[in-house]
T-cell receptor, first 118, second 115 residues
Framework: AQKITQTQPGMFVQEKEAVTLDCTYD???????LFWYKQPSSGEMIFLIY??????QNATEGRYSLNFQKARKSANLVISASQLGDSAMYFC???????????????FGQGTILTVHP | SAVISQKPSRDICQRGTSLTIQCQVD?????MFWYRQQPGQSLTLIAT?????????ESGFVIDKFPISRPNLTFSTLTVSNMSPEDSSIYLC????????????FGPGTRLTVT
C-alpha cells in the first residue's frame, strides 16, 4: 500500500525567504508519480509540480522545485522567494505509475499549513 | 491543462435529503475521480467514475450512499444520498489522462454543509 507522510502541520516563513515543506513516501511500486498541490482557503486544489520516479532531474516550475531523493523516499517542496499569496495548505500526493490498476488514484499526505509573514 | 467546473459550488442541505454534484471537463479525459475532504482533513478517494459502467468504489464507500454516473468522457455526477451532518465536506472531482504525461487536475470543489 502507498503511504505519504507530511510531518510539519504548520510552517512559517518571512516574505521573500525560501521555505522547504517535507514529504516522505512509501511504496513497493517501481513506477510512481509524486505531486504537490496548493489549497487556499477557497478549497480548490491547485497543481504545483510533478516528479516521476524515473525522472533523472529534479522537477522545477517557476518558484517551485521538488527535491527528490529516491533512496530516502523523500520529495520535499521548495518555494523560493515566498510571497504573501503563498499562504495556504500544501498537500503532497502519490500515485501509481502508468499501467497499474491503481493508476490515477492519488494518496495524499495530511498537509502542511504555510503562513508567510510580511 | 483541463478546465474543470463543478456545480453547485456550495450548498446547505437538510439531513435526510440528497444532493447531486456535477463535474464538467472542457475536453475528453480517460479517468475521472471523486474525492472527499472532511473539515480539517486530507483528501480521500471515494470512487473512480468509469465511462459507461458502474463506478469503482474505495473501501468504506458504497454505491447506495454515493451513486456516480459518467455518461461520457467529459461529464460525471456524484450524488450524496440520505445526508447526515457527517457528510459535510468538500467534494472534488479530479481528472487524469493516461495517454498523456502526468497531468492530474481538480475541479474547484463543492462545499457541502448538512444541518
Amino acid at each position: 500500500a502507498q503511504k505519504i507522510t507530511q510531518t510539519q502541520p504548520g510552517m512559517f516563513v518571512q516574505e521573500k525567504e525560501a521555505v522547504t515543506l517535507d514529504c516522505t513516501y512509501d511504496t513497493s511500486d517501481p513506477s510512481y508519480g509524486l505531486f504537490w498541490y496548493k489549497q487556499p482557503s477557497s478549497g480548490e486544489m491547485i497543481f504545483l509540480i510533478y516528479q516521476g520516479s524515473y525522472d533523472q532531474q529534479n522537477a522545477t516550475e517557476g518558484r517551485y522545485s521538488l527535491n527528490f531523493q529516491k533512496a530516502r523516499k523523500s520529495a520535499n517542496l521548495v518555494i523560493s522567494a515566498s510571497q504573501l499569496g503563498d499562504s495556504a495548505m500544501y498537500f503532497c500526493a502519490m500515485r501509481e505509475g502508468p499501467g497499474g490498476t491503481s493508476y490515477g488514484k492519488l494518496t495524499f499526505g495530511q498537509g502542511t499549513i504555510l503562513t508567510v509573514h510580511p | 491543462s483541463a478546465v474543470i467546473s463543478q456545480k453547485p459550488s456550495r450548498d446547505i442541505c437538510q439531513r435526510g435529503t440528497s444532493l447531486t454534484i456535477q463535474c464538467q471537463v472542457d475536453s475528453q479525459v480517460t479517468m475521472m475521480f471523486w474525492y472527499r475532504q472532511q473539515p480539517g482533513q486530507s483528501l480521500t478517494l471515494i470512487a473512480t467514475a468509469n465511462q459507461g459502467s458502474e463506478a469503482t468504489y474505495e473501501s468504506g464507500f458504497v454505491i447506495d450512499k454515493f451513486p456516480i454516473s459518467r455518461p461520457n468522457l467529459t461529464f460525471s455526477t456524484l450524488t450524496v444520498s440520505n445526508m447526515s451532518p457527517e457528510d459535510s465536506s468538500i467534494y472534488l472531482c479530479s481528472v487524469a489522462r493516461t495517454s498523456d504525461s502526468y497531468e492530474q487536475y481538480f475541479g474547484p470543489g463543492t462545499r457541502l454543509t448538512v444541518t
